[in-house]
């Protein structure tokens, strides 16, 4: 399923209607600069979302952290508490960030996977809700093209050196985000209308395109911008 929308906001929008009408229990929050207005909008007391979601019975994760502070401008979970999780009635312990500050990161994709085994109760958990961005390159999550991660079948989080950022990053794989009962892909802005027209029009080779929930729904919610002449809301 693909739904094209008028201009970032609108998008940002719809993603916040559609989170309050799966109201989901677990959700992977995913990085990046995409889904910040999102997070703002279900935040925003002076909008209708905030007052319809029931705040405390959520659990967060994370699609995937860098490998840097939890204070560290470049990190995702900072970004989601600035821009919502500080702004609303969460329960702190279901606040399941990634313990990126372990200079192990190794051990931090296996803590997180412990994490989310212990949170769920489920040894292959199947999330409500995992929420997902594009890279310019066809990555999702920490995903890269011709990443080891790519043909990982066991775990659920993993910890792979992604050369070109010359870092480590952690990540949910496949298996977890294929396990989940909705994946939606937030894209916006024109930087990504060549990546999104190769991922969704093209031939499967990007990491992205491998993302196919095995029982569950698929949403790409796109701006005209990253998918132009193809508005469809
Ligand atoms: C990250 C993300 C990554 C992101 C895409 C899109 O940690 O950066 O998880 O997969 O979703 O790179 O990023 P933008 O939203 O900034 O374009």
Redesign the pocket.
Known sequence: MIQVFPNSEDLARAAAALFVEQRPRTVAL??????KRLFELLADPNEPFRDQISWSSIQFFW????HVPPDHPDS?YRMAKEAMLAHVPVTESNVHRVPSENPSAAETASDYERTLIEATQQSLPKLDLIL????TDG????IFPGSEVLHETKRLVAAPWVEKLQTY?ITMTLPLLNNAASVVFLVS?SD?SKIVKEVLEGPEKYPAQIVKPTDGTLLWMLDEAAWPGRRSV
């Open positions: 995913s990085g990046g600069s995409t889904p699609s995937d952290e860098r995702n997902l961005g594009l890279g990555h999702t999550a920490s990053r802005g990504k």
